[in-house]
């Protein structure tokens, strides 16, 4: 199976600010990946697709990049509302699998 | 409106078979895209279970594959999934998605999710 890594494991930071998340994973997947956010008690919901590729009615704070095995989710302009658990999930060979998660917050 | 809807027992006895069914409705289950099923547990992370195509065919996953089957009723617009020979550590909270299209496996549409468990 394609093992999937985030870093960092969490962040706190201010309303307004710029959070990368990084996804990287076990060998290398094109662009096959994507980015769901995941709030408590709810299910994922589809952020990015094809790495880079904004999901329909998503803000565009969201962005997504990279390709090969090194991914990176970006927030721009933090809000309240972006509070959650930031998933990747590569979709390039049978298993699909996830990152372990990343938990975002506001200081 | 689009949805799907998870339901089945919130309690397996070990050994047992669990058993869920998620209810389309807002899109049609012969729709292209595969129908799947996901858990999501403190321990294992989120965990992609298997999915089918509404013609029948199936993916799943091997870690699992020799316990699962998940079908499909058109009839009844609704999947399945039974998981056999269920432990502990099927313990869980249980999803049903939508892939974006055949041929992309990301998912943009889920259920809410059903708690699974496995206790006697």
């Known amino acids: 199976d394609i093992q999937m890594t985030q870093s960092p494991p969490s962040v706190t930071a201010s309303v307004g600010d710029r959070v990368n998340i990084t996804c990287r994973a076990s060998?290398?997947?094109?662009?096959?990946l994507a980015w769901y956010q995941q709030k408590p008690g709810k299910a994922p919901k589809l952020l990015i697709y094809?790495?880079?590729s904004l999901q329909s009615g998503v803000p565009s704070r969201f962005s997504g990049s990279g390709s090969g095995a090194d991914f990176t989710l970006t927030i721009s302009n933090l809000q309240p509302d972006d509070v959650a658990t930031y998933y990747c999930q590569q979709a390039n060979i049978f298993p699909w699998t996830f990152g372990p998660g990343t938990k975002v917050e506001i200081k | 409106q689009v949805q799907l809807q998870e339901s089945g027992p919130g309690l397996v006895k070990p050994s047992e078979t669990l058993s869920l069914t998620c209810a389309v409705s807002?899109?049609?289950?012969?729709?292209?895209?595969?129908w799947s099923w996901f858990r999501q547990s403190p321990d294992q992370g989120l965990e992609w279970i298997g999915d089918i195509f509404h013609s029948g065919g199936t993916n799943y996953n091997p870690s699992l594959k020799s316990r699962v089957t998940i079908s499909v009723d058109r009839s009844k617009s609704h999947f399945s999934l039974n998981l056999t020979s269920v432990t502990a550590a099927d313990t869980a909270v249980y999803y049903c998605?939508?892939?974006?299209?055949?041929?992309?496996?990301?998912?943009?549409?889920w259920g809410r999710g059903t708690v699974v468990i496995v206790s006697s």
């Open positions: 998605a939508k892939s974006v299209d055949a041929m992309d496996w990301y998912f943009d549409l």
């Open positions: 094809a790495a880079s």
């Open positions: 807002g899109v049609s289950i012969s729709s292209n895209n595969w």
């Open positions: 060998q290398g997947i094109s662009w096959w």
